[in-house]
């Protein structure tokens, strides 16, 4: 969306200040809040208070209130652009912003204009207001699959939580493999989200409204894989259904399988697999006339099948028909920025939204969540926050270490202290930490934060200005990042 360019009479502060005399635009529904052109607040109507429940905050700098200013009102500043991104404030209310960026005639930015939407807000009227920056193609099947989700039907990309430049990349590329009919193969380490990628790939394709078959390979005794896949007709062993049996893929017809975990499929089956992908022809067991299935597969996998490929435990010429269009979906570790909205979607989700608007995320968890590995990516968030809140009940709003889960916490001290060195949580305070240790950790963290100071201010438990002072303590010249 284009820049908006004005020829003002009068400065953006003249007019910030006129209107909130005149308390014209507390007549609206929708959130409004003008700034200046460093990203101060000069004016916000009554919506917009009430929305993320905030008191006065005139004169105040946007990163003092919302958890995502950096990719917001700071985005628009730095590029012009308008910007519209989901708004996170500092005790965890939030919205849905548009952030535009005014420009005079001589190209100058002075200031951006916020237009806030309730998450809460009816359907229609978000349906309304979003038809400004989103195609309608785009919302019809937002909507539509939104709504199926809520019977357990598919996932689409809307549902794919994260705003970080890799997960971003990631769904542009999805989206455009999604219009191809050719194989698909997704890489991802244990709980980044395979089978959700590989729905939302199954309704951004033309075959979206066709069955989706998922099968998880590593859950089948290989004595049963190869019935459930191909099927077999009556008679075909002792104890087989008399009606004979349909195959994931004979299922899959005209639609999407999915086949989780590939790599786990034994040699002996890989052939008659690989048969399948070429030909569409389906040899069910003990049936002599062959079917043939129309279907786009997409298989994923968290093992290196190049590495199983030499080690001789998987066709070459099978990874080769496979690997046509390769997807990694990026580990958690690698897209900390997305944290906070992760997070809030969880609290949402697990203890339901009334609930979820009350409870606030202390910084000392924000900034160990950005310490920590993550192994179990994008699930083991959930399962933390899970235990958090449940151990958080009853003893308040505020979600503090103390309710994380123990093993978190040892592998805190574990990743941070060295094994000799016996120290409190309170040691990971940047304050306390030696001159090395601590420029090390302002390095890590703002590389984990994709060099975004806010967050990184945020995940380390200070504030912006000290960030700042810290950097230019150690010679990290804020103009290099």
Not at 66 to 95: H, P, W
Not at 279 to 305: M, V, W, Y
Not at 338 to 357: C, M, S, V, W, Y
């Amino acid at each position: 969306m284009s820049p908006t360019v004005f020829n003002l009479q009068r400065s953006l502060e003249e007019i910030a200040e006129c209107v909130q005399s005149n308390n014209v635009l507390d007549l609206l529904h929708t959130g409004i809040s003008i700034m200046d052109a460093k990203g101060n607040f000069l004016y916000s109507n009554k919506a917009f208070l009430e929305m993320y429940s905030l008191q006065n905050i005139q004169g105040k700098h946007v990163s003092d209130v919302f958890v995502t200013a950096e990719q917001g009102v700071l985005a628009t500043i730095r590029t012009k652009k308008t910007i519209v991104c989901s708004s996170i404030t500092t005790e965890n209310a939030q919205g849905i912003s548009f952030r535009f960026p005014i420009i005079n005639n001589n190209g100058k930015l002075l200031g951006v204009i916020i237009e806030s939407i309730s998450t809460t807000i009816g359907k229609e009227k978000l349906l309304e207001l979003l038809n400004t920056v989103r195609d309608l193609e785009n919302k019809v099947d937002y909507l539509s699959h939104r709504s199926k989700n809520n019977h357990g039907m598919l996932y689409s990309f809307h549902n794919i939580i994260g705003e970080s430049k890799v997960i971003e990349t990631m769904k542009e590329r999805s989206r455009r493999f999604a219009k191809s009919n050719e194989h698909i193969l997704l890489f991802g380490e244990s709980g980044t989200g395979k089978e959700i990628v590989a729905q939302a790939l199954h309704t951004a394709s033309p075959r979206a409204g066709k069955p989706f078959i998922a099968v998880n390979c590593a859950a089948l005794p290989h004595d049963l894989m190869e019935s459930e896949l191909f099927g077999y007709c009556a008679g075909a062993f002792t104890g087989a259904k008399s009606g004979g049996l349909q195959g994931k893929f004979e299922l899959a017809d005209k639609g999407t399988i999915f086949l989780d975990e590939i790599g786990e499929i034994p040699l002996t089956l890989q052939a008659k697999l690989l048969r399948v992908l070429e030909s569409g022809e389906i040899q069910k067991i003990a049936c002599t006339e062959p079917l043939h299935a129309d279907f786009r597969l997409i298989a994923a996998t968290n093992k290196n099948l190049s590495q199983l490929v030499k080690e001789g435990t998987f066709r070459e010429d099978l990874y080769h028909r496979l690997n046509i269009l390769e997807l990694t979906i990026p580990p958690l570790r690698e897209r900390i920025s997305d944290i906070p909205l992760l997070t809030n979607h969880f609290i949402e989700q697990i203890a339901g939204l009334k609930r979820a608007r009350e409870i606030r995320v202390s910084n000392e968890v924000y900034r160990l969540f950005g310490h920590y590995p993550w192994h179990g990516n994008i699930r083991e968030l959930k399962n933390v926050l899970t235990y958090a809140l449940f151990s958080l009940e009853g003893e308040g709003d505020i979600l503090t270490l103390h309710h994380l889960p123990e093993r978190f916490l040892i592998e805190m001290r574990s990743a941070h202290v060295k094994p000799n060195d016996e120290v409190q949580h309170d040691a990971l305070d940047l304050d306390k930490a030696g001159a090395q240790a601590e420029k090390k950790m302002l390095m890590e963290v703002l590389a984990s934060a994709e060099y975004n100071k806010t967050l990184a201010a945020r995940l380390l438990g200070i504030s912006r200005n000290k960030l700042y002072k810290k950097l230019r303590e150690f010679g990290l010249h804020t103009s290099t990042f």
